[in-house]
């Protein structure tokens, strides 16, 4: 079984358009992560989600919306897509929020196999 | 602000050991992190350093020293199938990653 799974795997789409990535965890996580990765394989956050709750808001444009029904789903949403949305978008889920202060316990992250967004 | 620092690529033969370095400067410091990444493929999680000294999980071994903002990952008896991406990521109030190291391994 995946543990973290997300959907579609490819997706290539016309600049203007709206789309979806779904992402599902089967850990039992809190926190769930949205990823962007660029052609230069910068690995950079864009959102944090913690039992439903936002928690890690990237300065990413508000084209870009997360939602999380429940702590094992976290999707996102990108209206009008543009030329530089395409990158690997990855989901990542771990056990415990990132803590501020004290060597707080692991935050491993298991991600998702990524989703290759192409805009044309 | 947060910087996370390490070598663009390194290449290195079959059987030999390779050390891919990390610098780091950030407001906070909760753990170090290692992961590695197979072109097209998902970083996994490697190994986790949050006090100073040497942690040894196999053909791999991560570093750390909090008082000079550095890690190192130790690669020995290089296979093939570590020819990878290797991710530096430091934990702070978020998980910051740097931007990897791409590892070439020679027959």
């Known amino acids: 079984d995946t543990a973290v799974s997300q959907t579609p795997k490819y997706l290539v789409t016309q600049m203007g358009n709206d789309k979806s990535i779904k992402c599902e965890q089967n850990?039992?996580?809190?926190?769930m992560y949205w990823y962007k990765q660029d052609s230069k394989k910068f690995l950079k956050i864009m959102f944090s989600?913690?039992?439903?709750?936002?928690?890690i808001n990237e300065t990413v444009p508000n084209r870009f919306s997360p939602k999380s029904p429940d702590k094992a789903h976290l999707n996102l949403h990108i209206n009008s897509l543009e030329l530089g949305d395409s990158a690997v978008y990855f989901c990542?889920?771990?056990?415990?929020?990132?803590?501020?202060?004290?060597?707080?316990?692991?935050?491993?992250?298991?991600f998702g196999a990524g989703t290759r967004l192409s805009v044309l | 602000g947060q910087n996370i620092d390490q070598p663009t690529e390194m290449t290195a033969t079959e059987g030999a050991i390779v050390q891919i370095n990390c610098t780091y400067q950030?407001?906070?410091?909760?753990?170090l992190f290692w992961y590695q990444q197979h072109a097209g493929e998902a970083p996994t999680f490697l190994s986790y350093?949050?006090?100073?000294g040497l942690e040894e999980k196999g053909r791999f071994s991560s570093f750390l020293s909090r008082s000079k903002g550095y890690s190192y990952l130790l690669l020995k008896e290089l296979q093939m199938k570590d020819s990878a991406s290797y991710l530096c990521?430091?934990?702070?109030?978020?998980?910051?990653f740097g931007k990897g190291t791409r590892l070439h391994i020679l027959p």
């Open positions: 989600y913690n039992n439903k709750e936002l928690i």
């Open positions: 850990l039992g996580h809190d926190t």
């Open positions: 350093n949050v006090l100073d």
């Open positions: 990542a889920s771990s056990p415990t929020r990132a803590l501020l202060g004290g060597a707080g316990a692991k935050n491993i992250q298991y």
């Open positions: 950030t407001s906070g410091f909760n753990g």
């Open positions: 990521a430091v934990r702070d109030d978020k998980i910051i």
